[in-house]
């Protein structure tokens, strides 16, 4: 990935979340034979995380995440939102992403990526019930 880091780093981090979410995507089609849903609740320190997602082939991301400060370290922080909105968009998932309560900026970030990851490895579990269709009344997301 080369970017257009001369300028920023926004394209990069969008470019990362597209191809991140269309790899998921592409490795799971039609996310038939899994779970669909998941969740997690993340401590980091002072930091509690949740995020809840929906492999749905409807994407949509809840965003309620706050900064104190608008960089950590060089990096914008209003950059893991455009991360995870074109991961999102990408993956055809519905997520929810929110920081309870929390301080430190870092564990605020890293928090965030973990219940995502987290929440999709819940909703990527293979399902036994679902005798390898979507879950949906429909069969089909």
Known sequence: CKGDL????HHTVEDTGIVLGQAFA???PGYKGLRRFGHAY???EETLTRCAVDLCNRPYLVWKVSFT???LGDFDTELFKEFHHAFAMNAG???????IYGENNHHIAESGFKALGRALR???ERDPKTAGLA???????
């Open 6 to 9: 001369q300028i920023d780093a």
């Open 26 to 28: 592409a490795a799971m």
């Open 42 to 44: 993340i401590p980091m």
């Open 69 to 71: 400060r608008d960089k």
């Open 93 to 99: 998932a519905c997520v929810h992403l929110e920081t």
């Open 122 to 124: 819940v909703a990527v």
């Open 135 to 141: 879950v949906s009344t429909k069969g089909v997301l």
